[in-house]
């Protein structure tokens, strides 16, 4: 089962900010937070991850609270071609450097015109 | 690079035939992955490699279902035999420090 719990849909204006929550309140200490996203008929799309501290890239930031129970995934100016259906994932690092993802269902955001 | 590459990317096939999807995971990464994804279930991972070698397929459904990897840049799903049930988008992933996806399989067995 997937560990995290998100809305299932959400809605924000173009050019506004995409707030886009998650809960994951049984999040070990050695697990981090994966965010991707699928656009109808392709596949998942990485978008970013973090452990504790806040994270930003090109595409999003990532602001996990200080308990690590939940974290937000921001995009900053959303677009039309930002809708999608965003996973908030946990998943520890295997030994090797790799690991596996279970998915959830996921948010359906939906940036109106 | 041109990321994971599937094949094919659509298929059609009548009940009982054998089916079988392609992968070729991005140059150097060594891990790959399969997953399936149906509007029931959403996006299960069904087994995974590690150099070639398989890990965990207790995600495989049944015994119908199969996979290999010959080579670090190739990795076969095989369906034999197919059943409607079996209608979904399967996706192969590699992974060096994020997982990437291909762009996926789309089966529909009839």
């Known amino acids: 089962d997937a560990k995290t719990t998100q809305p299932p849909s959400m809605d924000c204006a173009e050019g506004r900010a995409a707030n886009l929550p998650c809960n994951h309140s049984t999040i070990s200490g050695n697990e981090y937070v994966y965010w991707y996203r699928q656009i109808h008929s392709q596949g998942p799309q990485y978008i970013i991850h973090g452990l504790k501290n806040n994270e930003t890239n090109e595409m999003a930031s990532l602001i996990i609270t200080e308990d690590r129970k939940s974290s937000t995934l921001i995009l900053p100016h959303a677009t039309l071609r930002d809708t999608a259906v965003y996973y908030c994932?946990?998943?520890?690092?295997?030994?090797?450097?790799?690991?596996?993802?279970?998915f959830g269902k996921g948010t359906k955001l939906s940036v109106i015109p | 690079d041109a990321g994971v590459i599937q094949s094919p990317r659509h298929e059609v096939t009548e009940m009982g035939q054998e089916v079988t999807l392609r992968c070729k995971p991005i140059s150097g990464h060594d891990y790959l992955f399969w997953y399936r994804q149906t509007m029931m279930r959403g996006l299960e991972l069904l087994i995974y490699f590690n150099n070639n070698v398989p890990i965990d397929d207790s995600g495989m459904p049944e015994d119908r279902f199969s996979a290999k990897m010959p080579n670090a840049s190739f990795s076969t799903l095989k369906i034999q035999p197919s059943e409607p049930r079996d209608s979904a988008v399967y996706f192969c992933?590699?992974?060096?420090?994020?997982?990437?996806f291909g762009e996926g399989s789309w089966l529909t067995v009839v």
């Open positions: 994932i946990v998943s520890a690092y295997s030994g090797a450097g790799s690991y596996q993802l279970t």
């Open positions: 992933a590699s992974t060096g420090n994020t997982i990437y």
